[in-house]
């Protein structure tokens, strides 16, 4: 160390916290330091100790060895930021408080780092305090939440940004969209008229080499595949303080916007397009290279010749998995939800990663449920269209879906051979209006016509239901022949259920009729276990009992709707009355109506 240099420890000492200014100065020279460092292969972290401030120099940063999650780096990093600002450490659970007396915008990214909902890098998170240093306001990249990942997004000003500027032979004539390294605009050849896709680097990027070496890899890559389903990437252009790529100019929507648009999608569809990005993932992973993005957002439908044919985009965050690591170990890049767990957790990579954000895909795709809001992806059985899924459809979703790599199909290949095959079945047909929530419960025309006779007679539904629910698993009787009177109207259905849960049961009449004469008893013969056929489904119908009378005592018989009711209430009358022909398709439907109100209801 140099006379006059100190460490920023001695700096503290000697000085107290720093100013916002100072600190917004010094931070995201580091984290670049220590994303070079990673991508030489040596991840390391940064302490008050190991920065050194020359006189009138940058920082230097001695290098700590750290063998840690991405996010953990980050989480270090805003810890470090947050002594330099305050003069002491950060709480272990920091709360508003322990943030007074600094500026809301540089409490927003700080906090968010520390409590592990911000910035899932250090490129991130230096991207963001660059924007405070520059006069801009943080925006803290939180996870997207549940209910607007497969939602339309609200109505946004866009600024025209670079619109009316030349860039090379191209004027930008309108601006596409952004993304977090640059934005895409519409060019316009200047002699030729041919409109084509300019994607510009940030300025504050082009500056940074290995993020240029970043974005030059996605030229690279898509260049090497020339795959039909991939963008055809037509120049990549680098001078002083401009970076970007020319690219061919598509018109169509991604498939997250098809699916907000035209949505639900149709099985056959889904399958048909999903095939395309197999195909595309398959040409890439033969080079070695992991796309380690694939979202919906990235999935892009064009319209050729009447045919939909769809583009795998951004390429940017791709790793190839020969010739040297791209990324350092424990650095996380890429869309949280979509992402592998051993993606997430900062380890190696290879297809299956890829092979996982597909399934996540698909699966959102059939039941309209974004991955963030499901704990664990339950078995798909009926699509949101109503649809039934093909077996080999549910199969494969749960395969690609598995956390453990080996668990999950060996290639994009095999995942498309399957998706062909569901792709060629005959398109179902689309659900009746009427009737059309017994439609989306999955019912048969002969289910359809029971459920509505349950429906109508509300009294008799929920007796029926009330006896079936409290029954034991004894052999069944047949039932008494049913008198019907009408002295007054039947009471609603919600309240004779709530009746009639509350309500003990009342004793047995005693037999008024003359006991029988006694007759000399037969020998004792060993009774057998009958033979009912319900051997195969007693721990489903079990379970059906269990998971409604689980909903009633959480959330109230009133909550639930009258076809659900009725549904449950079929199929338990199928299994006391024996119609075991019947019994599978019927507590399918039971099963399915539950899983509806138990997602409905957040269960």
């Not at 993606?343 to 699966?363: C, E, F, K, M, N």
Request: glycine content about 8%.
């Amino acid at each position: 160390m140099n006379e006059g240099d100190e460490t920023l420890s001695a700096r503290l000492q000697r000085e107290g916290a720093l100013s916002l200014e100072e600190v917004l100065r010094l931070v995201p020279p580091i984290c670049d330091t220590l994303v070079k460092l990673g991508d030489a292969g040596a991840p390391s972290t940064a302490t008050l100790t190991s920065i050194v401030l020359p006189v009138g120099a940058s920082p230097r940063v001695t290098p700590v060895p750290f063998d840690g999650s991405a996010r953990e780096q980050v989480r270090q990093l805003a810890a470090l930021t947050f002594e330099l600002l305050k003069g002491l450490p950060p709480p272990p659970s920091p709360s508003s408080s322990d943030f007074i007396g600094l500026r809301p915008e540089i409490v927003r990214p700080v906090h968010a780092a520390l409590v592990g909902t911000g910035a899932m890098d250090l490129f991130s998170y230096a991207r963001q305090l660059r924007s405070l240093g520059s006069g801009g306001t943080a925006s803290v990249e939180r996870l997207e939440a549940p209910d607007t990942r497969m939602s339309a997004k609200p109505p946004g000003v866009q600024s025209p940004g670079l619109v009316g500027q030349t860039f090379g032979a191209y004027e930008l004539v309108r601006r596409l969209g952004e993304g977090g390294m640059g934005e895409v605009y519409v060019g316009r050849h200047a002699r030729l008229g041919r409109e084509v896709a300019i994607k510009v680097l940030r300025e504050e990027f082009a500056a940074m080499p290995d993020v240029v070496q970043r974005f030059f890899q996605e030229a690279k890559v898509v260049n090497d595949l020339k795959h039909p389903n991939t963008v055809e990437i037509l120049d990549f252009v680098e001078e002083p303080g401009r970076v970007y790529l020319v690219m061919e100019l598509l018109e169509g929507r991604t498939i997250a916007e098809l699916d907000r648009e035209q949505g639900p999608l149709q099985v056959t569809r889904i399958a048909k397009l999903m095939a395309m990005a197999c195909d595309a993932l398959e040409a890439a992973h033969r080079l070695g290279v992991v796309h380690r993005d694939i979202k919906p957002e990235n999935l892009f439908v064009i319209t050729e010749n009447g045919q939909e044919w769809l583009k795998v985009l951004d390429f940017g965050v791709a790793r190839r998995l020969t010739g040297g690591a791209q990324t350092q170990a424990g650095l996380v890049l890429g869309t949280p939800f979509y992402m592998a767990p051993e993606q997430a957790a900062g380890r190696g990579v290879d297809a299956r990663a890829d092979l996982y954000a597909l399934g996540v895909t698909i699966y959102e795709l059939l039941s309209r449920t974004p991955m963030s809001s499901v704990t664990t992806p339950q078995r798909l059985l009926r699509a949101a269209t109503g649809e039934p899924i093909p077996q080999p459809l549910t199969a494969l979703v749960a395969s690609m879906l598995a956390l453990d790599p080996s668990q999950r199909p060996g290639s994009a290949k095999q995942v498309e051979s399957v998706l062909l095959e569901i792709a060629a079945l005959p398109q179902a047909p689309p659900a009746p209006t009427t009737g059309q929530a017994l439609a989306q419960a999955g019912l048969t025309e002969k289910k359809r016509s029971r459920a509505l006779l349950a429906v109508i007679p509300a009294g008799l539904v929920a007796a029926g239901l009330i006896a079936l629910l409290s029954s034991k698993q004894a052999e069944p009787t047949p039932p008494a022949p049913l008198q019907v009177t009408r002295p007054a109207p039947p009471a609603p259905l919600e309240s004779v259920l709530v009746k009639q849960l509350t309500q003990p049961e009342p004793p047995r009449q005693p037999d008024a009729r003359p006991p029988k004469p006694k007759l000399t008893p037969p020998p004792p013969v060993e009774p057998k276990p009958p033979d009912d056929g319900l051997a195969p489904f007693r721990p489903r119908i079990a379970e059906v009992r269990r998971r409604f009378n689980e909903l009633l005592r959480r959330y109230g018989e009133a909550q639930l709707t009258t076809l659900e009711k009725a549904i449950v209430a079929q199929a338990l009358e199928d299994a006391a009355t024996l119609r075991v022909a019947e019994l599978d398709a019927s507590l399918s439907d039971a099963e399915h109506a539950l899983a509806e109100a138990e997602r409905r209801l957040g269960h």
